[in-house]
């Protein structure tokens, strides 16, 4: 019993020595080397693996930073920051961040304002709900209001109001994009942090198609692109929705704004005061 006993014990003593030297001498002989600078990088990033980058995680970005594939200021939400480590660390100058970018939610018709075709009941996911006869919203653009923006976005920078719409929440959002591509209606954009106007639609219908199901929808009038309102061209006409072409025209913007009979245009944040007189002036044409 004893010799059986001790015959096991160095047995598999043995085999664990001969295991170990081989895991020992396998992971020598296989090491793959990685540079430096990439661990660095890797470091000095947010580690949020949003993809913001365009790489599928910080990584893959850092490696493609040092073999000179990405450029240094790729990394949204790390910002200025991130940009002038990575630049450091590669011992570059002269590298100038990307302006950072927000999300704006481009719909506004909540429960309030947008008809609804019928009362869904299913799981509560945007993508889920869509596959039920197009959504439950009659605006084959509008928002389905099920928050799966919300809860893909990794920095809980939005929240969903009472009427049913998703709130960028501007100090918590990085740009990363995430909600961009979570969303299955293509609503959300990223737009630059200095851009203080957005259109609030994105439907492509025009007039009785969009008056029939929202309150709110640009219904395609054109009264915000015409020369009294954006003299210089910054909104156009692409289709049945305006476009705006020069964002930080604010005078033309703010114009749009209050000539819209759909309200559809959105403004971040607080209107500047002086803003308030060109209104005036804006009703009184
Ligand atoms: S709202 Fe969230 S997911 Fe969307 S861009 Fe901002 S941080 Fe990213
Ligand atoms: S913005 Fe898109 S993902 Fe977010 S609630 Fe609306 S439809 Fe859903």
């Not at 942090?193 to 007039?207: A, E, M």
């Not at 604010?250 to 209104?279: M, T």
């Amino acid at each position: 019993m004893d010799l059986i006993f001790y015959a096991s014990l160095i047995t598999l003593g043995g085999l664990g020595l001969l295991f170990g030297a081989g895991l020992a001498f396998a992971s020598k002989k296989f090491a793959v080397d990685i540079d430096p600078k990439v661990e660095q990088i890797i470091e000095t990033l947010p580690g949020a693996n949003c993809g913001a980058c365009g790489y599928p995680g910080c990584s893959a970005y850092a490696e493609a930073v040092v073999a000179g594939n990405a450029p240094p200021n790729k990394c949204i939400p790390g910002g200025e920051d991130v940009t002038q480590n990575i630049a450091s660390i590669l011992g570059i100058t002269g590298v100038e961040s990307a302006e950072a970018k927000v999300a704006a939610i481009r719909c506004q018709g909540g429960k309030e304002e947008a008809v609804e075709k019928f009362i869904y009941s299913g799981i509560e996911d945007c993508h889920a709900a869509l596959l039920i006869n197009g959504g439950h919203k009659a605006c084959r653009y509008g928002c389905l209001g099920l928050g799966s923006c919300a809860k893909a976005c990794p920095f809980d920078a939005i929240e969903m109001n009472k009427n049913g719409l998703p709130v960028v929440i501007e100090d918590k959002c990085t740009g990363c994009g995430v909600c961009v591509q979570t969303c299955p209606r293509n609503i959300i954009e990223l737009i630059p942090i200095s851009q203080n106007v957005y259109l609030g639609c994105v439907s492509k219908d025009r007039t009785k198609a969009v008056k029939s199901v929202c309150k709110v929808g640009c219904f395609a009038c054109q009264l915000c692109t015409k020369p009294k309102v954006a003299p210089s061209g910054s909104i156009e006409m692409e289709g049945n929705l305006p476009v705006i072409r020069d964002i930080h025209n604010e005078e033309e913007l703010f114009a749009a704004y209050d000539k819209c009979p759909a309200h559809s245009y959105v403004i971040r944040g607080e209107r500047p005061v002086q803003k308030e007189e060109q209104k005036v002036e804006t009703e009184k044409q």
